[in-house]
Protein backbone atom coordinates (compact mmCIF):
# COMPACT_ATOMS: atom_id res chain seq x y z
CA UNK A 1 0.00 0.00 0.00
CA UNK A 2 2.52 2.19 0.94
CA UNK A 3 4.11 2.42 -2.48
CA UNK A 4 0.55 3.75 -3.89
CA UNK A 5 1.09 6.89 -1.38
CA UNK A 6 2.06 10.06 -2.65
CA UNK A 7 4.77 12.98 -1.07
CA UNK A 8 3.14 15.33 1.00
CA UNK A 9 4.51 18.24 -1.06
CA UNK A 10 2.22 20.16 -3.80
CA UNK A 11 4.26 23.04 -5.90
CA UNK A 12 3.06 26.25 -3.99
CA UNK A 13 2.74 28.58 -6.98
CA UNK A 14 -1.10 27.47 -7.32
CA UNK A 15 -1.65 28.00 -3.83
CA UNK A 16 -4.51 29.73 -3.83
CA UNK A 17 -6.74 27.40 -6.08
CA UNK A 18 -6.25 24.34 -3.99
CA UNK A 19 -6.76 25.94 -0.62
CA UNK A 20 -9.30 28.99 -2.02
CA UNK A 21 -11.26 27.04 -4.43
CA UNK A 22 -10.42 23.13 -4.43
CA UNK A 23 -10.68 22.47 -0.49
CA UNK A 24 -13.88 25.51 -0.28
CA UNK A 25 -15.96 23.46 -3.06
CA UNK A 26 -15.59 20.07 -0.94
CA UNK A 27 -16.74 21.28 2.06
CA UNK A 28 -19.69 22.80 2.69
CA UNK A 29 -19.71 25.57 5.41
CA UNK A 30 -21.19 24.47 8.39
CA UNK A 31 -22.61 26.34 11.52
CA UNK A 32 -20.58 26.83 14.68
CA UNK A 33 -20.92 23.54 17.02
CA UNK A 34 -23.25 22.29 14.37
CA UNK A 35 -20.40 19.50 13.93
CA UNK A 36 -18.27 17.25 16.30
CA UNK A 37 -15.56 15.60 15.20
CA UNK A 38 -13.39 13.24 17.44
CA UNK A 39 -12.07 14.83 20.33
CA UNK A 40 -13.50 18.85 20.22
CA UNK A 41 -12.69 20.56 23.13
CA UNK A 42 -14.71 23.50 22.01
CA UNK A 43 -12.13 25.53 22.99
CA UNK A 44 -10.78 28.38 20.39
CA UNK A 45 -7.00 28.64 20.22
CA UNK A 46 -4.37 29.25 17.97
CA UNK A 47 -3.48 26.57 15.11
CA UNK A 48 0.56 26.11 16.75
CA UNK A 49 -1.27 25.15 19.91
CA UNK A 50 -4.06 23.05 18.41
CA UNK A 51 -1.52 21.30 15.81
CA UNK A 52 0.43 20.41 19.02
CA UNK A 53 -2.35 18.54 20.70
CA UNK A 54 -3.66 16.78 17.23
CA UNK A 55 -0.13 15.56 16.22
CA UNK A 56 1.31 15.02 19.44
CA UNK A 57 -1.06 14.30 22.22
CA UNK A 58 0.30 11.23 24.47
CA UNK A 59 -2.36 8.80 24.19
CA UNK A 60 -4.47 9.99 20.72
CA UNK A 61 -1.48 12.45 18.95
CA UNK A 62 -1.58 11.38 14.88
CA UNK A 63 1.90 11.22 15.27
CA UNK A 64 2.41 9.54 18.81
CA UNK A 65 -1.05 7.21 18.82
CA UNK A 66 0.14 4.22 20.32
CA UNK A 67 0.12 1.06 17.34
CA UNK A 68 -0.25 3.93 14.87
CA UNK A 69 1.08 3.31 11.60
CA UNK A 70 3.63 6.25 11.66
CA UNK A 71 4.24 8.66 8.76
CA UNK A 72 4.79 5.49 6.32
CA UNK A 73 1.34 4.90 6.93
CA UNK A 74 -0.06 8.09 5.16
CA UNK A 75 2.70 9.28 2.66
CA UNK A 76 5.74 9.05 0.95
CA UNK A 77 8.94 10.59 2.00
CA UNK A 78 12.18 10.11 0.22
CA UNK A 79 13.03 7.75 2.60
CA UNK A 80 10.05 5.88 2.01
CA UNK A 81 10.27 6.22 -2.05
CA UNK A 82 13.92 4.48 -2.92
CA UNK A 83 16.87 2.43 -0.91
CA UNK A 84 18.53 5.11 -2.91
CA UNK A 85 18.01 7.77 -0.34
CA UNK A 86 19.39 6.46 2.49
CA UNK A 87 22.51 5.18 0.13
CA UNK A 88 23.01 8.47 -0.39
CA UNK A 89 22.83 9.98 3.44
CA UNK A 90 25.25 6.72 3.88
CA UNK A 91 27.60 8.46 1.43
CA UNK A 92 27.45 12.14 3.38
CA UNK A 93 27.95 10.23 6.42
CA UNK A 94 31.30 8.65 4.88
CA UNK A 95 32.48 12.00 3.99
CA UNK A 96 31.52 13.75 7.05
CA UNK A 97 33.66 11.14 8.99
CA UNK A 98 36.49 11.62 6.65
CA UNK A 99 36.39 15.44 7.47
CA UNK A 100 36.04 14.59 11.14
CA UNK A 101 39.49 12.62 10.91
CA UNK A 102 37.82 8.86 11.09
CA UNK A 103 36.78 9.42 14.60
CA UNK A 104 36.22 6.25 17.45
CA UNK A 105 32.92 7.54 17.65
CA UNK A 106 30.80 8.90 14.65
CA UNK A 107 27.29 9.74 15.34
CA UNK A 108 24.05 9.86 13.04
CA UNK A 109 21.46 11.87 14.66
CA UNK A 110 17.79 11.31 12.79
CA UNK A 111 15.89 14.05 13.74
CA UNK A 112 11.83 13.09 13.28
CA UNK A 113 13.04 9.87 12.49
CA UNK A 114 9.64 8.26 11.78
CA UNK A 115 9.90 4.49 12.03
CA UNK A 116 13.59 4.37 11.90
CA UNK A 117 13.48 3.73 8.59
CA UNK A 118 16.39 5.99 7.50
CA UNK A 119 18.88 4.58 10.32
CA UNK A 120 18.22 0.95 9.29
CA UNK A 121 19.11 2.06 5.91
CA UNK A 122 22.02 3.66 6.45
CA UNK A 123 23.64 0.97 8.98
CA UNK A 124 22.45 -1.57 5.72
CA UNK A 125 24.61 0.14 2.97
CA UNK A 126 27.63 1.82 4.88
CA UNK A 127 30.97 0.03 4.55
CA UNK A 128 31.25 -2.40 7.75
CA UNK A 129 34.56 -0.17 8.98
CA UNK A 130 32.53 2.57 9.49
CA UNK A 131 29.02 1.00 10.41
CA UNK A 132 31.10 -0.59 13.20
CA UNK A 133 32.14 3.08 14.36
CA UNK A 134 28.66 4.70 14.25
CA UNK A 135 26.35 5.94 16.71
CA UNK A 136 22.90 5.61 15.16
CA UNK A 137 20.24 7.69 17.62
CA UNK A 138 16.39 8.80 16.67
CA UNK A 139 14.90 11.88 18.42
CA UNK A 140 11.88 10.66 17.82
CA UNK A 141 8.32 11.96 19.56
CA UNK A 142 6.62 8.58 18.84
CA UNK A 143 7.92 5.31 20.83
CA UNK A 144 10.35 3.46 19.19
CA UNK A 145 9.34 0.79 17.14
CA UNK A 146 9.38 -3.03 18.11
CA UNK A 147 11.88 -5.03 16.25
CA UNK A 148 14.06 -1.95 15.20
CA UNK A 149 17.97 -2.60 15.22
CA UNK A 150 19.44 -2.74 18.74
CA UNK A 151 22.49 -0.32 17.34
CA UNK A 152 19.90 1.88 17.78
CA UNK A 153 19.86 4.34 20.17
CA UNK A 154 15.98 5.84 20.41
CA UNK A 155 15.14 9.13 22.20
CA UNK A 156 12.44 11.69 22.52
CA UNK A 157 14.75 14.97 23.28
CA UNK A 158 17.64 16.33 21.02
CA UNK A 159 21.20 15.18 23.07
CA UNK A 160 22.60 18.09 25.03
CA UNK A 161 24.34 21.19 22.84
CA UNK A 162 27.89 20.38 21.99
CA UNK A 163 27.66 16.68 22.78
CA UNK A 164 27.65 15.28 19.06
CA UNK A 165 30.24 14.65 16.36
CA UNK A 166 29.44 13.27 13.38
CA UNK A 167 26.33 14.32 10.74
CA UNK A 168 22.36 15.24 12.52
CA UNK A 169 19.70 14.67 9.84
CA UNK A 170 16.55 15.70 9.36
CA UNK A 171 14.07 14.64 6.89
CA UNK A 172 10.49 16.29 6.63
CA UNK A 173 11.05 17.26 9.84
CA UNK A 174 10.71 20.91 10.48
CA UNK A 175 7.59 20.96 8.41
CA UNK A 176 6.14 18.59 11.41
CA UNK A 177 7.07 21.56 14.00
CA UNK A 178 3.52 23.51 14.76
CA UNK A 179 3.03 26.80 13.67
CA UNK A 180 0.41 29.67 13.75
CA UNK A 181 -1.41 30.97 11.32
CA UNK A 182 -2.34 34.40 10.26
CA UNK A 183 -4.92 36.09 8.51
CA UNK A 184 -5.66 39.66 7.39
CA UNK A 185 -8.97 40.75 8.15
CA UNK A 186 -11.42 43.11 6.75
CA UNK A 187 -9.37 46.05 7.30
CA UNK A 188 -5.80 44.51 5.53
CA UNK A 189 -5.01 43.85 9.55
CA UNK A 190 -2.95 40.89 9.76
CA UNK A 191 -4.84 38.54 13.25
CA UNK A 192 -4.03 35.09 14.52
CA UNK A 193 -6.10 32.46 13.12
CA UNK A 194 -8.40 30.72 15.98
CA UNK A 195 -9.34 27.48 15.50
CA UNK A 196 -11.21 24.60 17.06
CA UNK A 197 -10.62 20.73 17.08
CA UNK A 198 -13.56 20.30 14.12
CA UNK A 199 -11.87 22.67 12.16
CA UNK A 200 -13.52 25.82 12.28
CA UNK A 201 -11.85 29.03 12.37
CA UNK A 202 -12.10 32.40 13.65
CA UNK A 203 -9.88 35.70 13.55
CA UNK A 204 -8.45 36.38 17.02
CA UNK A 205 -6.31 39.28 17.96
CA UNK A 206 -3.85 41.37 15.94
CA UNK A 207 -0.37 39.75 15.86
CA UNK A 208 2.19 41.87 17.64
CA UNK A 209 5.78 40.79 19.29
CA UNK A 210 8.27 38.15 18.26
CA UNK A 211 5.41 36.95 15.58
CA UNK A 212 4.81 40.55 13.99
CA UNK A 213 8.68 40.63 13.64
CA UNK A 214 9.08 37.54 12.20
CA UNK A 215 6.67 37.98 9.84
CA UNK A 216 8.09 41.72 8.96
CA UNK A 217 11.12 40.40 8.10
CA UNK A 218 10.43 37.02 6.49
CA UNK A 219 6.95 36.84 4.98
CA UNK A 220 6.52 38.94 1.62
CA UNK A 221 4.34 40.88 0.89
CA UNK A 222 4.42 40.85 4.78
CA UNK A 223 1.20 41.69 6.47
CA UNK A 224 1.39 45.14 8.51
CA UNK A 225 1.48 44.29 11.99
CA UNK A 226 1.36 47.84 12.87
CA UNK A 227 -1.94 48.99 11.10
CA UNK A 228 -3.40 46.38 14.02
CA UNK A 229 -2.55 48.97 16.70
CA UNK A 230 -6.15 49.60 18.45
CA UNK A 231 -8.71 47.40 16.99
CA UNK A 232 -10.07 44.57 18.65
CA UNK A 233 -10.62 41.32 16.77
CA UNK A 234 -13.79 40.80 14.55
CA UNK A 235 -16.92 39.34 15.21
CA UNK A 236 -16.47 35.72 15.86
CA UNK A 237 -17.01 34.89 11.80
CA UNK A 238 -16.28 31.08 11.66
CA UNK A 239 -15.62 29.58 9.06
CA UNK A 240 -15.80 25.47 8.26
CA UNK A 241 -12.21 23.90 7.52
CA UNK A 242 -10.64 24.49 4.15
CA UNK A 243 -13.56 27.24 3.70
CA UNK A 244 -13.43 30.03 0.96
CA UNK A 245 -10.56 32.63 1.58
CA UNK A 246 -10.52 35.36 -0.52
CA UNK A 247 -8.80 37.52 -2.58
CA UNK A 248 -6.18 35.58 -3.94
CA UNK A 249 -3.67 38.04 -4.92
CA UNK A 250 -1.18 39.71 -2.33
CA UNK A 251 -1.08 43.11 -2.26
CA UNK A 252 1.51 45.52 -4.16
CA UNK A 253 4.61 45.91 -1.46
CA UNK A 254 3.46 49.46 -1.12
CA UNK A 255 -0.53 49.34 -0.29
CA UNK A 256 -2.12 48.22 2.48
CA UNK A 257 -2.40 44.39 2.87
CA UNK A 258 -5.61 42.60 1.04
CA UNK A 259 -8.45 40.72 3.36
CA UNK A 260 -7.61 37.22 3.28
CA UNK A 261 -3.84 36.94 3.00
CA UNK A 262 -2.69 34.17 5.02
CA UNK A 263 1.18 33.65 6.71
CA UNK A 264 2.22 30.97 8.96
CA UNK A 265 4.63 32.15 11.52
CA UNK A 266 7.96 29.98 10.84
CA UNK A 267 9.62 31.37 14.43
CA UNK A 268 8.85 27.97 16.51
CA UNK A 269 11.20 26.36 13.24
CA UNK A 270 13.93 28.42 13.71
CA UNK A 271 14.06 28.22 17.29
CA UNK A 272 14.11 24.19 16.92
CA UNK A 273 16.35 24.05 13.94
CA UNK A 274 18.69 26.42 16.02
CA UNK A 275 18.76 24.20 18.98
CA UNK A 276 19.16 20.80 16.64
CA UNK A 277 22.31 22.69 14.98
CA UNK A 278 23.66 23.41 18.60
CA UNK A 279 23.93 19.66 19.43
CA UNK A 280 26.95 19.14 17.31
CA UNK A 281 30.22 20.05 18.65
CA UNK A 282 31.50 18.95 15.25
CA UNK A 283 30.13 17.82 11.94
CA UNK A 284 27.28 18.59 9.66
CA UNK A 285 23.79 19.61 10.18
CA UNK A 286 21.43 19.00 7.29
CA UNK A 287 17.68 19.27 7.44
CA UNK A 288 15.34 18.07 4.22
CA UNK A 289 11.99 19.78 3.33
CA UNK A 290 9.55 21.30 1.43
CA UNK A 291 10.25 24.85 1.46
CA UNK A 292 9.56 28.50 0.33
CA UNK A 293 11.48 31.43 0.03
CA UNK A 294 10.98 34.67 0.89
CA UNK A 295 9.51 37.09 -2.10
CA UNK A 296 7.77 33.80 -3.18
CA UNK A 297 5.72 32.96 -0.21
CA UNK A 298 2.28 31.67 -0.95
CA UNK A 299 -0.53 34.20 -0.46
CA UNK A 300 -2.81 32.12 1.42
CA UNK A 301 0.03 30.06 3.20
CA UNK A 302 0.08 26.18 2.57
CA UNK A 303 -1.01 24.39 6.06
CA UNK A 304 -2.38 21.30 4.78
CA UNK A 305 -3.59 17.75 5.93
CA UNK A 306 -2.75 14.29 5.03
CA UNK A 307 -4.36 11.53 5.60
CA UNK A 308 -4.08 7.75 4.31
CA UNK A 309 -2.20 8.54 1.48
CA UNK A 310 -4.55 11.49 0.30
CA UNK A 311 -4.54 15.63 0.89
CA UNK A 312 -7.48 16.72 3.25
CA UNK A 313 -8.36 20.39 4.91
CA UNK A 314 -6.47 20.30 7.68
CA UNK A 315 -8.47 19.41 11.45
CA UNK A 316 -6.56 19.31 14.56
CA UNK A 317 -8.70 16.58 15.86
CA UNK A 318 -5.28 14.03 15.54
CA UNK A 319 -7.33 11.95 12.41
CA UNK A 320 -5.04 13.67 9.95
CA UNK A 321 -1.13 14.67 9.48
CA UNK A 322 -1.43 18.88 9.64
CA UNK A 323 1.72 20.18 7.81
CA UNK A 324 2.92 23.52 5.94
CA UNK A 325 6.21 24.24 4.00
CA UNK A 326 9.47 25.24 5.76
CA UNK A 327 10.88 28.92 5.67
CA UNK A 328 14.28 27.49 5.57
CA UNK A 329 15.56 31.05 4.24
CA UNK A 330 14.61 32.08 7.95
CA UNK A 331 16.08 28.76 9.41
CA UNK A 332 19.23 28.96 7.99
CA UNK A 333 22.42 29.75 10.15
CA UNK A 334 25.53 32.65 9.36
CA UNK A 335 27.35 29.59 7.97
CA UNK A 336 24.36 26.92 5.88
CA UNK A 337 23.68 27.03 2.79
CA UNK A 338 20.91 25.90 0.72
CA UNK A 339 20.47 23.97 -2.39
CA UNK A 340 17.72 21.89 -3.96
CA UNK A 341 17.80 17.94 -3.33
CA UNK A 342 18.35 17.21 -7.02
CA UNK A 343 21.85 19.03 -6.71
CA UNK A 344 22.65 17.31 -3.41
CA UNK A 345 21.56 13.39 -4.29
CA UNK A 346 23.60 14.25 -7.45
CA UNK A 347 26.17 15.52 -5.74
CA UNK A 348 25.85 12.13 -3.68
CA UNK A 349 26.28 9.60 -6.89
CA UNK A 350 22.27 9.60 -7.27
CA UNK A 351 21.64 10.09 -11.27
CA UNK A 352 18.70 9.43 -12.72
CA UNK A 353 20.28 8.72 -16.32
CA UNK A 354 18.95 5.65 -18.31
CA UNK A 355 21.50 2.97 -18.49
CA UNK A 356 23.42 2.19 -21.64
CA UNK A 357 21.00 0.57 -23.79
CA UNK A 358 24.54 -1.79 -24.81
CA UNK A 359 23.92 -3.42 -21.31
CA UNK A 360 20.89 -4.61 -22.43
CA UNK A 361 22.74 -7.00 -24.47
CA UNK A 362 25.76 -7.65 -22.52
CA UNK A 363 24.26 -8.08 -19.13
CA UNK A 364 20.42 -7.96 -19.23
CA UNK A 365 19.24 -8.68 -15.57
CA UNK A 366 22.03 -5.99 -14.60
CA UNK A 367 20.32 -3.79 -16.88
CA UNK A 368 17.14 -4.62 -15.55
CA UNK A 369 18.82 -3.54 -12.03
CA UNK A 370 20.03 -0.24 -13.41
CA UNK A 371 16.78 0.66 -15.29
CA UNK A 372 15.33 0.73 -12.10
CA UNK A 373 17.69 2.18 -9.87
CA UNK A 374 17.54 4.96 -12.54
CA UNK A 375 13.56 5.02 -12.04
CA UNK A 376 13.71 5.71 -8.32
CA UNK A 377 16.49 7.97 -9.07
CA UNK A 378 14.35 10.24 -10.74
CA UNK A 379 11.88 10.07 -8.27
CA UNK A 380 14.02 11.65 -5.98
CA UNK A 381 15.47 13.96 -8.06
CA UNK A 382 12.38 15.17 -9.79
CA UNK A 383 12.42 19.08 -9.79
CA UNK A 384 8.58 19.43 -10.29
CA UNK A 385 8.30 16.94 -7.09
CA UNK A 386 11.12 15.00 -4.20
CA UNK A 387 14.00 17.27 -6.22
CA UNK A 388 12.34 20.21 -5.60
CA UNK A 389 13.09 19.91 -1.69
CA UNK A 390 14.98 22.27 -0.30
CA UNK A 391 18.79 20.60 1.88
CA UNK A 392 19.78 23.56 4.39
CA UNK A 393 23.32 22.40 4.96
CA UNK A 394 25.00 24.06 8.23
CA UNK A 395 28.52 23.27 8.93
CA UNK A 396 29.84 22.99 12.32
CA UNK A 397 33.48 23.56 13.48
CA UNK A 398 35.09 23.96 10.41
CA UNK A 399 34.44 20.50 9.06
CA UNK A 400 31.94 19.69 6.21
CA UNK A 401 31.35 23.22 4.45
CA UNK A 402 31.81 21.65 1.06
CA UNK A 403 31.08 18.06 1.96
CA UNK A 404 28.25 18.29 -1.20
CA UNK A 405 30.64 19.69 -3.86
CA UNK A 406 30.96 22.79 -5.74
CA UNK A 407 26.79 22.84 -6.44
CA UNK A 408 25.37 26.16 -6.45
CA UNK A 409 22.93 27.80 -4.06
CA UNK A 410 19.07 27.14 -4.43
C1 LIG B 1 6.83 13.61 8.33
S1 LIG B 1 7.46 12.58 9.53
C2 LIG B 1 9.05 12.22 8.82
C3 LIG B 1 9.59 10.89 9.22
C4 LIG B 1 10.92 10.51 8.56
N1 LIG B 1 11.95 11.48 8.86
C5 LIG B 1 10.78 10.38 7.07
O1 LIG B 1 11.31 11.20 6.34
O2 LIG B 1 10.12 9.43 6.64
C6 LIG B 1 7.87 13.70 10.84
C7 LIG B 1 8.27 13.01 12.11
O3 LIG B 1 8.84 13.98 12.98
C8 LIG B 1 8.48 13.64 14.30
N2 LIG B 1 8.66 14.85 15.13
C9 LIG B 1 8.06 16.03 15.02
N3 LIG B 1 8.51 16.92 15.93
C10 LIG B 1 9.45 16.28 16.63
C11 LIG B 1 10.31 16.65 17.71
N4 LIG B 1 10.27 17.89 18.23
N5 LIG B 1 11.16 15.75 18.19
C12 LIG B 1 11.22 14.50 17.65
N6 LIG B 1 10.43 14.08 16.63
C13 LIG B 1 9.56 14.95 16.12
C14 LIG B 1 7.05 13.17 14.16
O4 LIG B 1 6.62 12.41 15.27
C15 LIG B 1 7.13 12.37 12.86
O5 LIG B 1 7.43 11.03 13.10
Do not use: K
Not at 71 to 81: D, E, L, W
Not at 142 to 169: K, M, N
Not at 237 to 242: F, I, L, N, S
Amino acid sequence: MRGAYSPRWRPHAPNVSERGTACAAARPRVRAGARTVGRVTNEWCGWREATERALYGPDDGFYTRPGGPGPAGHFRTSVHASPLYAGAVATLVCRVDSALGRPDELALVDVGAGRGELLTGVLAALPGEVAARLRPCAVERAARPAGLDPRIEWRGGLPAPGSVTGLLFANEWLDNVPVDVVETDADGVPRRVLVRADGTERLGAPVDGADAEWLRRWWSPAPAPEAAAGRTPDAAVERAPGAARAPSRPAAPDAAPSPGLRAEIGRPRDEAWARAVRTLRAGLAVAVDYAHERGDRPPLGTLTGFRDGREVAPVPDGSCDITAHVALDACAGPSARRLTQRAALRALGVDGRRPPLALAATDPSGYVRALSAAGAAAELTDPAGLGGFGWLVEPVGGAGADLLGAVGAA
